[in-house]
């Protein structure tokens, strides 16, 4: 998956990227979420991101890397 081919999920603001994981369905449960992040296994922007809390704004592309292959989601 590229990063034009990343759905948008529309939000109102800012959500934590944690939220958005679960959101996006990048991520079973909240504790999911927590272990992927805690992992390294969730980029956002192409960073590796570990901070559960961070901001996330419109536009911003989630990706997240699982044994089947990579998953994204964008912002919306």
């Not at 529309?10 to 991520?27: D, H, M, S, V, W």
């Not at 901070?51 to 964008?74: F, H, I, K, N």
């Amino acid at each position: 998956m590229t990063a034009d081919d990343a759905p948008t999920v529309p939000i109102e603001g800012t959500i934590r990227l944690g939220q958005f994981l679960k959101l996006a369905n990048l991520a079973e449960s909240g504790a999911h979420a927590r272990d992927l992040i805690a992992d390294g296994e969730v980029s956002v922007d192409g960073e590796v991101e570990t901070r559960r809390g961070r901001q996330l704004s419109p536009g911003t592309l989630v990706e997240v890397d699982l044994p089947g292959g990579s998953v994204a989601a964008r912002v919306g």
